[in-house]
């Protein structure tokens, strides 16, 4: 079954520390979409990739950086992470952008502290 | 700037009774538009979609929602609400073919009380 898969599903990290979050999807769908979700503000855009070798900014990118290794592969490194990046992050894929359905993953709960 | 509104934030209903969740989008064009929904603990799935044609669109476990150009609004509504329907609503709107990004609502929190 055609399927996004996140992993970790829970991640506490101390700040100023590395943090990656990794996604995998197996719809064979050339674009995903990193996205964080906060009470308040709904779900925001952080980066997203066309495909394989490709990385684009989103609304929100800034101490974010994403890498897209292969079409079924997209993680999101937080280099620095701060408390400010508290937050439940989404992984999503979808085929023709902006146009058809994106399919999301089960989230990743982080924590800084 | 394009924008979604969906203005409550929480909404309580009784088993059995009807239900209208409100969207309101701001573009200028004619937008794509979904409604997704997210159970607890776990990411957001789709609904329903709109793409330009017929204005009421279905969707699954019996979901329905009604575009309105003249009134920027995408409503969904069920006519009659099951527990496990609690959950949290999400509009989105994608703004042309090709365009990266959704942009989500905040949000309807969904409560039903038997």
């Known amino acids: 079954e055609a399927a996004v898969t996140q992993s970790p599903r829970n991640k506490v990290a101390v700040t100023g520390g590395k943090v990656t979050l990794s996604c995998n999807q197996t719809n064979n769908h050339n674009n995903m979409y990193w996205y964080r979700q906060d009470t308040g503000h709904g779900l925001r855009l952080i980066h997203y990739s066309y495909g394989a070798g490709s990385t684009e900014k989103g609304d929100i990118p800034d101490g974010y950086k994403a890498s897209r290794p292969s079409q079924e592969n997209f993680s999101l490194i937080l280099e620095l992470a701060t408390p400010s990046q508290t937050s439940v992050y989404f992984c999503?894929?979808?085929?023709?952008?902006?146009?058809?359905?994106?399919?999301f993953g089960p989230g990743t709960r982080l924590t800084v502290l | 700037a394009q924008s979604v509104t969906q203005p409550d934030a929480r909404v309580t209903v009784s088993e059995g009774a009807s239900l209208q969740l409100r969207c309101k989008y701001s573009?200028?064009?004619?937008?794509?538009l979904f409604w997704y929904v997210q159970y607890p603990r776990q990411g957001l799935q789709l609904l329903l979609k709109?793409?330009?044609?017929?204005?009421v669109v279905q969707g699954v476990n019996g979901f329905e929602a009604e575009f309105s150009k003249s009134n920027s609004s995408f409503h969904l509504r069920k006519a009659s609400v099951h527990w496990s329907d609690w959950a949290v609503y999400f509009c989105?709107?994608?703004?042309?073919?090709?365009?990266?990004?959704?942009?989500f609502g905040k949000g309807t929190s969904l409560t039903v009380i038997p």
């Open positions: 709109y793409y330009p044609g017929d204005p």
């Open positions: 989105a709107v994608s703004m042309w073919p090709g365009y990266q990004n959704f942009y």
């Open positions: 999503a894929s979808g085929e023709v952008p902006g146009y058809a359905e994106q399919f």
């Open positions: 573009y200028f064009g004619t937008p794509y």
